[in-house]
């Protein structure tokens, strides 16, 4: 990783700036990890673009084993619930959900393992392993299956899952996470994990395996505009909800006020743009390092940053 760090970098954005609740936490947790994930990394997906760059985006791509977990989880949900064979009963679906969880957790650790993420960085390269090559993956599996395992019980027991259950296949709206809607010409971004019609009405809810935390009613307010301005129905017909499978199971209703939002993400946003150059120009110099050596240890830039 040394070769690949010369002089500071000094990057153009290929893109206007637009907002998401982890570009504003990661902004918050460290400015060079910000510069580093949106700026420097920028176009190394490109396996003809710059070693800085390629090195960088493989960075970006790592996943922390909770990130990750949460990711497949939500993944064999939505693709359970939603799809024409949900007509199949409770049972049927919990187990069709688990064993898909399973599956994709020991294709993706195998893949992790054979280092796949070298050529592909859409493959999985997970933080644990990353930088801890000698964990073994029969623990990271056994974690990751209990994780699952937990979540999934926890979340057959709500009555939420019955109502879910009963949806037809017809009342879900199709989408492709994460979605955007524009707020004065700025994309936001959201993940809501599902949405249905329901009479008058649609519902969205975000799937969480951590505990609650007080951006999920602001990112349910981000899927809320994006149904407002996509399916054209006023606010007061849609329905949010959060459900946090952690160990104790908690669902919370409705999103914070659209205005209160709104002006999070404008202050959020100016921070960011005053980083750049009259927003064209993101030099790494003006991107400080955050001071708190805890924030480092997890950081998945460290490699290149500490060098
Ligand atoms: S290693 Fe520390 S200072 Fe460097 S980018 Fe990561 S969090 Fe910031």
Redesign the pocket.
Same mark, same amino acid.
């Given at each position: 990783m040394s070769a690949v760090k010369t002089e500071p970098l000094q990057i153009i954005p290929n893109q206007p700036l637009s907002w998401s609740f982890y570009r504003h936490n990661l902004f918050s *947790? %460290?400015k060079?990890?910000y510069f580093?994930h949106y700026y420097g990394a920028q176009s190394g997906w490109d396996k003809y673009s710059d070693k800085r760059s390629r090195a960088l985006h493989k960075l970006k791509q790592i996943k922390h084993f909770n990130s990750w977990i949460e990711e497949l989880t939500v993944k064999a949900i939505q693709d359970n619930l939603v799809t024409p064979s949900s007509r199949s009963s409770r049972k049927n679906k919990l187990d069709a959900i688990k064993n898909d969880a399973y599956k994709a957790i020991r294709r993706q650790i195998n893949e992790n393992n054979n280092k796949e993420w070298i050529d592909d960085h859409k493959k999985l390269c997970l933080f644990e392993t990353y930088f801890n090559p000698s964990k073994g993956s029969e623990k990271i599996i056994e974690q990751a299956v209990n994780k699952v395992e937990n979540a999934v019980d926890n979340f057959a027991k709500t009555a939420l899952f019955q109502e879910l259950s009963e949806v037809n296949y017809y009342q879900w709206k199709a989408f492709t996470p994460p979605v955007y809607a524009y707020v004065n010409r700025m994309q936001i971004w959201a993940s809501p994990s599902l949405i249905w019609h329901e009479k008058d009405s649609l519902h969205t809810l975000n799937i969480k395996l951590s505990e609650p935390n007080k951006n999920n009613k602001y990112s349910l307010a981000i899927s809320a505009i994006y149904l407002a301005q996509r399916s054209h129905i006023p606010y007061e017909d849609i329905q949010s909800r959060t459900i946090s499978l952690s160990n104790e199971t908690t669902i919370s209703s409705g999103y914070c006020s659209i205005e209160d939002l709104l002006q999070m993400i404008f202050d959020s946003a100016e921070s960011m743009r005053a980083l750049t150059s009259n927003n064209k120009n993101a030099y790494e110099d003006n991107f400080t390092? $955050?001071c708190d050596p805890e924030? $480092?240890k997890r %950081?998945k *830039?460290?490699e290149y %940053?500490?060098n």
């Open positions: *947790f %460290c060079r990890a580093y390092k $955050c924030n $480092c %950081c *830039f460290i %940053c500490k």
